[in-house]
């Protein structure tokens, strides 16, 4: 993930020496502190201690900012995301959508721009894109249908950003308005009218709450009903065509880990450096 930088007071750089990458390092910095709303031309001239026309010189308007501080984020996510192995799929796969869950709560400014504003290039649209190629060619591999996998990689993507999203919405709402509350916090439950609630609320339990207990409920449900999946689809297929299914998904898998590596390095050459 991006560092975070020192707010002490930086010395006035010299003419010319300012770079994109200073620009999207300080814009990072300065989102720390401000968030990515609050996060203007103006400020970050003052952040870096340059003149704003020395910003607007390599990026027009704050959007093009964003962007490249998107696709940055990107790739540094792409990174942190372990891969799904084929011969351990639903251990890795779990371990992949708990990883994913934790890295954006873990970073609100990823959150904000990769799962909020979603606003990517070419690139780092292209990237995310062999990501899921990658697992769902893992998931393929270990005997699932190519629906079924891309049924499966979708229903963990949209269960991890769903939960994440839910929970950002809250704290920000929270920074906004210190007595804010969540819908689920609103509820009215009474022994009298609700029993059964109150039973279970009393239990530490809350409904719809992105909390880790109901993550991990919803988690383990999908896997349980992909198991189902992978062992109707291995029983029901014969061996012959279950081998030539296997290889073309290792194949792709190979594919994809290169590609994935190649346009990571010429994309976004200090990514992880940074």
Known sequence: MVKRGSTAKRQRRARGS??????????FELAEEVTIDGLSMPLLSRHLNVGVTSIYWYFRKKDDLLNAMTDRALSQYAFAAPFVE????????RNHARTMRETFLGNPILCDLILIRSALSRDAARLGA????????SLVNAGFSVDDAFDLYSAIN???RGSVVLQRLYDKNKQLDAHATAYYEDITIEPETTPLLAEAVSRGRRS??????NFEYGLERI???ASLLVREN?????????????????V????????TKVTGTRSHPRAAAS
Not at 86 to 93: K, Q, V
Not at 130 to 137: N, Y
């Open 223 to 225: 896997l349980a009903h």
């Open 208 to 213: 719809g709450a992105p909390d880790d207990r």
């Open 158 to 160: 949209l269960h991890v």
């Open 252 to 259: 792709r898998e190979r594919g994809g880990r290169s590609a």
């Open 234 to 250: 291995t029983s029901a297929t014969p061996k012959g065509t279950a081998a030539k299914a296997a290889s073309a998904a290792a």
């Open 130 to 137: 062999q990501g899921i190629e990658r697992a769902i060619a």
């Open 86 to 93: 084929a011969d351990d799929w639903r251990e890795t796969l």
């Open 18 to 27: 300012l770079n994109p990458e200073d620009i999207i390092l300080g814009a």
